[in-house]
């Protein structure tokens, strides 16, 4: 679960630095980038009791890997690249809103507010690392954000969401 906390901070702090120098209008980018966050929050709820933990997770850091290749492979001006913006930041805010969703069902009660603490620490240092990446030459801040989440779709599979303690 440190690994989806981490991955899911770095990436959402490294895309919304990274938004000063997508390509297109950035006042666009950054409306089409508000109402996907706003979007994927309400629907990682859904995906979770629809789906399950592991499933959720999957899907959302595959749909943040497709946007942020898209954004580093594709070149688009426009319409497009927000498109792509929008993919990207989706499927993080998705996740984002998942770990806090997924984590008190993963643990005791009585170490739910310790391992929030613990995965939250490690989150917040991994997002130290953001600013930094972001101002990265082209395509690379991209490429950090496509392959932590491909990374983390693949971690996500390990998930144990159904842990009975005695």
């Known amino acids: 679960m440190i690994i989806l906390w ?16 997508v390509p ?14 706003i979007v994927g929050y309400s629907c990682s709820g859904f995906a979770y009791k629809l789906m399950g933990g592991k499933s959720a997770f999957f899907l959302s850091f595959l749909i943040s890997a497709i946007g942020g290749f898209l954004i580093a492979f594709v ?29 008190p069902t993963l643990f005791p009660t009585d170490l739910c507010s310790t391992s929030f603490g613990v995965c939250n620490a490690f989150a ?19 490429l950090v954000y496509g392959f932590t989440s491909v990374a983390a779709t693949f971690a996500s599979i390990f998930l144990f969401t159904k842990v009975k303690y005695d």
Not at 24 to 37: A, L, R
Not at 124 to 142: N, Q
């Open 124 to 142: 917040m240092l991994s997002s130290v690392f953001s600013p930094m990446i972001a101002e990265l030459k082209e395509p690379v801040p991209m």
């Open 6 to 21: 981490s991955v899911t901070s770095l990436n959402y702090y490294l895309i919304t630095y990274y938004m000063k120098y």
């Open 75 to 103: 070149p688009a001006v426009g319409y497009e690249i927000a498109s792509f913006v929008l993919i990207a930041k989706f499927g993080i805010s998705f996740a984002f809103n998942l770990v806090y969703v997924i984590t």
């Open 24 to 37: 297109g209008n950035i006042y666009v980018n950054t409306t089409v980038s508000t109402v996907s966050e």
